[in-house]
């Protein structure tokens, strides 16, 4: 990906245009909120297809679509509103925001080379009748605003309702960052 | 955000790779064809959920997914095919539209600091047998070719099918901007 | 759109940065494996709506949702799980993946502009009870591997299901690609 050289010069020339960006607060960073709040990371998830997890750009990092994988390897399966309520839903989004970190840490090495949350794609596989959407992806966007912060953290976001997903996956969520 | 130090330096970039921008004709910019065409625009949407409305990224913008807000802040409800036609389903694009032209006005001050559409990604509320996603988006689309002119207002697009939306909205539109 | 002059600058950047992308193994570039895969390309869609159907912004190419378009300019359609089997639905995504490369072809006059896939959203017109878009989409981003190789053709990707896609197309895929 040759993500190193063009890394190292987009650092620099952010480093001209902006101040450094802020902590946030009650931490020393990214990396350590996530051991802060007791987190454990789902393992980097293998791509079921002909993708990558995780394709670098200069600064923006495009993650795929996520779906919720536990600590064991194995999915949150199921539709919201139908098998699961929205409890479990977003719960399935706050695990499917949990294993894109896994992918970014990864790739990075450190939660902390994110600087912010460029935008989410929020894709709930529910009922026709379902209507809050944004309740279930809240699960990973409060956990993104725990891990780099009420700004950094929280970027553009739709969320939205699928007939269906891969593997009857309850969420899957795909992102874009920034990177430092 | 820090908007102002990368966005000054991407004009001073822009100043030296092309030429100034054609105006949309038949006006003098995009703030005065929303007066030319008497449209007046919603109220700024407050997020309902952990996320922003619009993201800046050096130049381009990152718009959340929008619905269809009237001027009283109530939303265009109902599902395109069964309880809203094709053309009440793309007038509440067309309110989409207008939703995002609000959420860009407060945040950059001015519709003139958009260069052009990138791309919108317009999501239908709809049957399963619905076919016409196009015509309904078409409501937003047009709206942005005669805010910024049939070039620079008319972007990439995908117009496609939900199984629902949040709060049984009837289009959610996201959208990527460049600023100038 | 003005890409001549941002894109030649975008090269001049590009080339104080990274090295020469090195070539898909077995071939001469992407035209050539068009050539030597004996590929024939559909016409080049007419946009169906307010879009375009490719936007150019710097190193980035946006394309809209594309349909799978046959070389006589027909449309695959039908719903998978339903009318249309897992193996059609891969023919389809594959035919989709060709109607993007007309789109690149004609706007760039040659696939070797692309230095690499970025990302793409596969969206499936499916029964709600299917489950493997993966494989769906897989016959797209097995044909980009073939022509830009197994690195650069591999760009990040989410793979969904639809409740409908307009004048009901079995697959509609949206792409971004980064350019040399």
Known sequence: MRKDGKRRTARRLRSKLTPPAPRPSGGGGADAQLDALNLQLPPPPQPVGVYQSLVLIGKLAYASGH???RLDGT????R???DLDLATG???ARQAGLTILATLRQALGSLEKVERVIKILGMVNCTP???EHPQVINGCSELFAQIWGPDNGVGARSAVGMNSLPSNIAVEIEAIF???
Request: charged share 15%; glycine share 16%.
């Open 80 to 82: 919201v509103g139908l």
């Open 67 to 69: 779906g919720p994988l």
């Open 178 to 180: 920034l990177l430092k």
């Open 90 to 92: 977003k719960a399935a």
């Open 129 to 131: 009748e379902f209507q």
């Open 75 to 78: 999915l949150i399966t199921g």
